[in-house]
């Protein structure tokens, strides 16, 4: 099995001229390298963003609209968990510079429409693709962010940058009494559903919940000195909780949400 499977990366150079000159849009996959908990593997983040772009593709085809998945972009920000091995960093400025130039590359070859959808929360990771489909716009590259309305609102977002779609997402339920954010039941059940080879399901069973309230989670993202003391094993959350159905359907109602966001810039 290859990450790359069903997307540009295993074309030959005239398949992909071939369908920018059809102008097929382009869905790219963004993510990161971040330790996930001893039951999930570091790209956890990317598989799941790579099979959203896969689902998103064969929803499309289902209308007759053709498209194309880039190659996942894994570079980004770990602001917590960098302090962990696997956790890929790169500085802000780098990621914005890499991404806008992948972009370029995709706009020089033909490609109108580049449709970027990330599954990971760091909020500099998020303004890191901000800015770079900012830069993007600029010079008149179709490059459209897809953010969630949580990250839309967090960055005061106004509504009219035409390079940012924005749909509702299931957030998380920051009510709660212990919180579900990282490699916990909601990304274990995801993974469990479309790459459950990745997972050591017998680990994660015997996974406690890491009892993470909301106070804590604001230390865990602002101080870094605190980041092992309170995920000591890199999970917030309870992985223990496996629920595939719950997760199918997660995907069944965010696909609906991209659908209509994409709807104008796709006809």
């Known amino acids: 099995y290859s990450i790359f499977a069903g997307t540009m990366a295993d074309l030959n150079y005239q398949e992909i001229e071939a369908a920018a000159a059809r102008k097929a849009p382009v869905l790219f996959p963004l993510a990161v390298m971040e330790a996930h908990g001893p039951h999930l593997p570091v790209a956890t983040d990317m598989y799941l963003s790579y099979q959203f772009c896969r689902a998103l593709k064969q929803a499309l085809q289902e209308r007759n609209i053709e498209s194309i998945i880039a190659p996942p972009f894994y570079w980004g920000i770990n602001t917590s968990t960098k302090v962990f091995a696997g956790s890929f960093a790169v500085k802000p400025e780098t990621m914005t510079a890499v991404l806008s130039e992948s972009l370029e590359c995709l706009h020089d070859w033909g490609f109108d429409k580049i449709i970027l959808f990330n599954h990971h929360g760091d909020y500099l990771h998020n303004k890191a693709i901000l800015e770079a489909v900012k830069r993007s716009s600029e010079k008149n590259i179709g490059a459209y962010f897809l953010a969630p309305e949580y990250f ?3 960055a005061k977002l106004s509504g009219t940058q035409p390079y940012v779609l924005t749909y509702p997402s299931e957030t998380f339920d920051l009510t709660a009494k212990y919180l579900d954010i990282h490699a916990g039941a909601v990304e274990t059940s995801a993974m469990m559903k479309d790459f459950p080879d990745l997972v050591d399901e017998q680990k994660a069973r015997t996974l ?18 605190a980041v092992r003391e ?6 917030l959350g309870e992985p223990a909780v496996i629920d595939t159905d719950k ?5 069944e109602q965010m696909l609906k949400a991209v659908l209509e966001a994409i709807g104008d810039i796709i006809r």
């Open 152 to 154: 839309a609102k967090s």
């Open 208 to 225: 406690p919940s890491s009892r993470t309230t909301l106070d804590q989670f604001k230390t865990w993202v602002r101080d870094l000195s």
């Open 230 to 235: 309170i995920t000591p094993q890199v999970y």
């Open 247 to 251: 997760s199918r359907r997660a995907e």
